[in-house]
């Protein structure tokens, strides 16, 4: 049925990256040679983050603005900490952890992207194939592991970061989501998210309900959208009970929140 609603949208043509995106990707040169950037670039046929590849030569990223997320991902979040990145897609963020000092960084996608990147842009993605493509070129040392989020326990493992982006509005069961990062962090351990905001008031304990394809077209997986108090909220039904707002912005006419949720130490 949600798939009959949108069948009529077009599929998208693939944007160009944009400069706000370079600028993102050059916190992290990456200082390939030139000719083995652009194989590499076009080794892959989209790309959700924008890589500085070689000086001049990026991935053509779909995703848009990320600048403001660079506030709370410096340093002192990552030196010596274990990190967990779920819905990690092409891994800009755990190779950042990585390379901001991270002793251990385990990158988890249940590739779910290759379904609404065939609905959207026509294009047949084959999973993981962006973040080993980065994995190569930096000679990583991240973890890659196709799995759902919500089986994150089955890692075995505390973590004490775990970056939560474009995912909570993704999952049909959110508070099972964050129980699911709360049970695997360490004492202390914080969650990093960011998400689909809502353009209800702050203060309002309810979360927004999309229709499919309505957020982005052809995508029927972004169910939600969240407002402070909610995720406040949420926060405490886990037993993370330290939460703050980094930031509530409109990015390419979407709200989005930016928000730490901490474990007691
Ligand atoms: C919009 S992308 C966000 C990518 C990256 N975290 C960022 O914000 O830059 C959402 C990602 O979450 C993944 N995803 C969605 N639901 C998931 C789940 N239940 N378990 C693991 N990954 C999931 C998708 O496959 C996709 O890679």
Not at 139 to 153: G, I, K
Not at 155 to 168: A, K, T
């Given at each position: ?32 040679l ?23 030569v ?6 848009r ?9 410096g ?8 990190v ?11 190779f ?5 000092g ?10 779910q992207?290759v ?16 973040f ?6 930096l ?15 089955e ?14 509005h993704?999952?049909t069961d959110p508070i ?5 990062l ?14 689909y ?5 702050a ?12 957020v982005?077209?052809?995508d029927?997986?972004?169910y ?10 949420l ?14 912005l ?16």
């Open positions: 049925m949600a798939a009959y609603a949108i069948e009529s949208e077009p599929i998208e043509p693939i944007p160009e990256t944009s400069a706000a995106e370079r600028v993102v990707a050059d916190v992290q040169p990456i200082g390939a030139a000719a083995v950037a652009e194989r590499v670039r076009d080794s892959v046929p989209l790309w959700f983050h924008t890589f500085a590849l070689a000086p001049g990026y991935t053509p990223g779909i995703a603005d990320h600048g403001y997320r660079l506030s709370v991902l340093a002192d979040r990552f030196a010596g900490r274990s967990l990145d779920i819905g990690a897609f092409d891994g800009f963020y755990s950042l952890a990585e390379a901001r991270a002793r251990r960084v385990v990158a988890v996608d249940n590739e992207y379904d609404w990147v065939r609905a959207r842009f026509g294009v047949t993605l084959t999973g993981g194939a962006g080993r493509a980065i994995t190569g070129l000679a990583s040392r991240v973890e890659y592991r196709r799995m759902d989020a919500l089986d994150v326990r890692l075995g493992e505390r973590f004490d970061v775990v970056l939560c982006f474009g995912i909570l993704r999952v099972a989501l964050l129980q699911a709360a049970d695997v962090l360490a004492p202390g351990g914080e969650v990093v998210l960011e998400t905001g809502s353009r209800l008031a203060d309002a304990p309810a979360i927004e309900v999309h229709e499919p394809g309505d982005y077209a052809r029927d997986f972004v939600w959208g969240f407002s402070p108090e909610t995720l406040r909220r926060g405490q039904i886990v037993g993370l009970d330290e939460f703050e707002v980094i930031e509530e409109e990015i390419d006419g979407h709200p989005r929140i930016l928000a730490l949720l901490r474990a007691a130490g």
